[in-house]
């Protein structure tokens, strides 16, 4: 009996410390991810930023006007019928 008690105690103790180093090292692992992903985006905003006052100015490709245009065409007529009750 004795050494069912031992054998119960001494793994609930060792899940007990398992647990608790490995939420330890997950914490550990995702604050260096999330410190590496803020690191990452300082850097690109740093990198995208214009420098003294330039302004850049997306413009459209030809192709893609041309390809729009050829889509965006009138809408058709409708007579409007009003109904009286």
Same mark, same amino acid.
């Given at each position: 009996?004795?050494? &069912?008690?031992?054998?119960?105690? &001494? =793994?609930? =103790? $060792?899940?007990?410390?398992?647990?608790?180093?490995?939420?330890?090292? $997950?914490?550990?692992?995702?604050? *260096?991810? =999330?410190?590496? =992903?803020?690191?990452?985006?300082?850097?690109?905003?740093?990198?995208?930023?214009?420098?003294?006052?330039?302004?850049?100015?997306?413009?459209?490709?030809?192709?893609? *006007?041309?390809?729009?245009?050829?889509?965006?065409?009138?809408?058709?007529? &409708?007579?409007?019928?009003?109904?009286?009750?």
């Amino acid at each position: 009996m004795g050494f &069912i008690f031992k054998f119960i105690l &001494i =793994a609930v =103790a $060792l899940s007990w410390i398992f647990s608790s180093l490995l939420k330890f090292f $997950l914490r550990s692992k995702l604050k *260096q991810f =999330a410190n590496h =992903a803020n690191d990452l985006k300082r850097e690109e905003e740093r990198r995208n930023k214009p420098k003294d006052g330039n302004v850049n100015v997306d413009h459209i490709p030809r192709d893609y *006007q041309e390809k729009r245009t050829k889509e965006i065409r009138g809408g058709d007529y &409708i007579d409007y019928e009003e109904v009286k009750d």
